[in-house]
């Protein structure tokens, strides 16, 4: 026993590869690190430095004196807007948890009949759901203008949040996801009496969690950065990156500091939603496979 | 018997009434869907045969648009090819790099593992507020980074204008859209490595399989081309929808349009022109090129590994 064991170590995948191959390696992903990090970094060094050291030459890429001047700068600036700036924070939480909601429960309630219903069209429908993942909103932005504008939604709160609910990515994870669950737990149910309804909310619903959760950062993160002025121009009712971006727009070179400090703060949520979720990402990408056609 | 003589009203009904449950847990959903999915490009297909503005009902021009979008706009020449540059060079690289690091760092402990899947995918996350820093990289007086760094080694006597010169536009954003665009495909590439069926790696052993790259070619890869068909589908669409990045950094229009994509042309044409129809078409083009790069990649990633 002990020497099979051994032989299979000494087969194992380890031993097949060498240590100019894993020096190679470990240095090609601190290269791509330096260069996915650095950016972040140097945002989040900017906004503490103080003014004098923004403008030195050479720039440094460390600071010497720490300082939260930016920040109280912004708070200041904030807090002397003509809309109170807690308005701007309300208006940011309602549409992002309003809208990322809405598409979670609404994707996931048509995830199931397609993932676990027989009926006829089902495939031609989800064709045209697959079809929906191309058009973003970044390509149809002017005819979901028009049509925005012609229900006559311009500048209320809905021209954030509906457009995005039926997004096709959503509907898809959640169907692959559902997929996979076995179908004698769904039969059990059945047999039990249970009606489709329940059947979704009180048993494909809890074991879909990880699916559920992706599908909420991935529209949460949508929503966060896609809220644009284009749609909505009354400011009681803009959100804090648009508030926060005329205030650096405003001043470009005075206040660089404190826009780089307004940029670290837009970053925090999206953020720290994906580590504390990232777990449940990963899990769920692993059925997010299209095939070939 | 009786099914067969029904009416098509009736079949109609008779279809709702029997997949009812199914219809009508999906109709929320296919509400928005239809609404605002669907139908905008749809409006764009019968607008980009007219003359709209919005303020006046559309007048049918037949194919004009499409006549001018081809032969008479030079500036959409050059946001079709920037377009296409940015998907031929940003795709493949993005999707390769994305491949290669999650493929490396799988044999990762779970917690390094973590980190740098958030460290690639934080870049897509955070939006213009992570694209600003990019403006003082790349600032164009001698306290941007790249100028100031240039210029103190004596590479530079004169700080070069990265985001308003025409030369240097594009070379520029290639580098900010690369950063940003590691995003979905790679997680979906890490989920996929995670799920390849390890009794896999010791069957192509036996069959001969000798490093690692072979084992990544003849056995990773086929089975995972379902994760790499839809990451690709999520590149093609990322590399497609380049505009905003352009528009934030170079201005809208760039310097000479250098910087212009046909997101930002069809910008430019809706936003600041109101020439909807003109735009539409150029909307439905962008659509359709997405459509067959779609086609293509499927196609070959299909064959890889065989």
């Known amino acids: 026993m002990i020497k099979m064991k051994k032989r299979k170590k000494k087969l194992g995948i380890d031993n097949r590869r060498s240590k100019i191959g894993n020096g190679l390696v470990i240095f090609l992903l601190l290269v791509l690190g330096a260069f996915m990090a650095f950016p972040l970094y140097y945002t989040f060094i900017q906004s503490i430095k103080p003014s004098e050291e923004l403008f030195q030459f050479p720039p440094r890429l460390y600071v010497l004196r720490p300082t939260g001047e930016h920040y109280t700068e912004l708070f200041q ?12 924070l309300f208006n940011t939480l309602f549409v992002s948890i309003l809208g990322t909601l809405l598409h979670v429960i609404f994707a996931g309630m048509a995830a199931y009949p397609l993932a676990k219903h027989n009926f006829p069209g089902k495939d031609a429908l989800f064709a045209v759901i697959l079809l929906g993942l191309m058009f973003v909103g970044q390509v149809t932005f002017l005819p979901s203008f028009i049509i925005i504008s012609k229900l006559k939604l311009l500048n209320t709160y809905w021209a954030y ?27 059990a149910a059945r047999i039990d009496g249970a009606n489709e309804w329940k059947i979704y909310f009180q048993i494909v ?10 599908v909420f950062i991935f529209q949460f993160v949508n929503i966060w950065n896609g809220l644009s002025k284009e749609l ?24 660089m500091g404190s826009g780089m400090a307004g940029s670290v703060l837009l970053m925090i949520p999206p953020i720290v939603v994906f580590i504390l979720l990232q777990r449940h990402v990963v899990e769920t990408m692993t059925f997010a496979g299209l095939k070939e056609g | 018997m009786q099914a067969k003589k029904m ?10 009434k029997r997949y009812r449950t199914s219809w009508l847990m999906m109709a929320p959903f296919l509400i928005f869907f239809v609404i605002f999915t669907i139908f905008p490009v749809v409006l764009s297909i019968i607008l980009s045969f007219t003359d709209y503005d919005m303020v006046q009902a559309p007048i049918f021009v037949g194919v004009e648009n499409y006549l001018q979008v081809f032969l008479n706009d030079e500036y959409f020449i050059v946001a079709l090819k920037n377009t296409l540059i940015f998907s031929i060079i940003i795709g493949p690289a993005s999707y390769v790099i994305c491949f290669l690091v999650a493929w490396l760092i799988n044999e990762l402990k779970p917690l390094p593992r973590a980190l740098v899947t958030a460290l690639f995918y934080i870049p897509t996350i955070v939006g213009a507020a992570g694209w600003s820093v990019w403006r003082l990289i790349f600032s164009s007086d001698q306290y941007g980074l790249i100028n100031g760094f240039l210029m103190k080694f004596g590479l530079l006597n004169e700080p070069i204008g990265w985001l308003t010169d025409e030369a240097y536009i594009m070379p520029v954003l290639i580098i900010v859209q690369l950063w940003m665009s590691m995003g979905i495909s790679f997680l979906t ?8 069926d390890k009794t896999l790696y010791e069957a192509g052993m036996m069959d001969g399989v000798k490093n690692r790259f072979q084992e990544l070619w003849y056995i990773t890869i086929p089975s995972m081309a379902n994760q790499m068909i839809f990451g690709a589908v999520m590149q093609i669409v990322n590399c497609f929808a380049v505009g905003d990045v352009s528009a934030t950094l170079a201005g809208l229009p760039s310097t000479g349009y250098a910087g212009e994509t046909i997101v930002t042309h069809i910008m430019d044409y809706g936003n600041l022109r109101y020439e909807f129809g003109y735009a539409c078409a150029m909307g439905v083009v962008l659509v359709v090129m997405m459509q067959y790069s779609k086609k293509f990649v499927t196609w070959l990633i299909g064959r890889m590994g065989h």
Do not use: H
């Not at chain 1, 600036?77 to 701007?88: A, D, G, I, K, T």
């Not at chain 1, 169907?175 to 669950?181: N, S």
């Not at chain 1, 619903?205 to 992706?214: D, G, I, S």
């Open chain 1, 205 to 214: 619903f809890p074991n879909v969690k990880p699916a559920t959760l992706t």
């Open chain 1, 77 to 88: 600036l904030m807090s002397n807007l003509w809309v109170p700036f807690s308005r701007y």
């Open chain 1, 161 to 187: 949040l509906l457009p995005s609910i039926g997004a096709s990515l959503g509907l898809f994870l959640m169907k692959q996801f559902i997929e996979q669950l076995p179908d004698s737990l769904i039969e």
């Open chain 1, 232 to 255: 909505v121009y009354d400011e009681q009712l803009k959100v804090v990156k648009v508030a926060l971006e005329q205030i650096s727009a405003s001043n470009a070179y005075a206040r």
């Open chain 2, 189 to 196: 590439f890490i989920a996929g490595f995670q799920n390849v």
């Open chain 2, 7 to 16: 009416s098509i009203p009736n079949r109609i009904a008779d279809y709702f």
